[in-house]
């Protein structure tokens, strides 16, 4: 059974920092790319951060770059997004998001996790 699980969500502090992390089952995870979105109350959800499945190049929202960093452990199946120097508006639910490496957004190979919280509020 596909699983994307998100964990690391929580309450900081303006400037503050998290780690999440998304773990990943039932499927070839080298052979995807893995997303980072978010979505706050009474808004649409929003692309964060983007990471393929293989090689390097990363790609962030304008609102999160330079702050953001997302990675990948393709040993442990696991994608991770740091967030640095977090604002309020920040405040979302956080969600991994994996796709079929040449596939396109209608694919049947798309699997979203649950979502984790994070608020960063004083």
């Known amino acids: 059974q596909v699983q994307l699980v998100e964990s690391g969500g929580g309450l900081v502090q303006p400037g503050g920092s998290l780690r999440l992390s998304c773990a990943a089952s039932g499927f070839i995870f080298d052979n995807y790319f893995m997303n980072w979105y978010r979505q706050a109350p009474g808004k649409e959800r929003e692309l964060v951060a983007l990471s393929p499945n293989t090689g390097t190049f990363t790609k962030y929202a304008d609102s999160v770059k330079g702050r953001f960093t997302i990675s990948r452990d393709n040993v442990k199946n696991t994608v991770y997004l740091q967030m640095n120097s977090l604002k309020p508006e920040d405040t979302a639910v956080y969600y991994c998001?994996?796709?079929?490496?040449?596939?396109?957004?209608?694919?049947?190979?798309?699997?979203w996790g649950q979502g984790t919280q994070v608020t960063v509020s004083s």
């Open positions: 998001y994996a796709q079929l490496a040449g596939t396109s957004s209608d694919s049947q190979y798309i699997y």
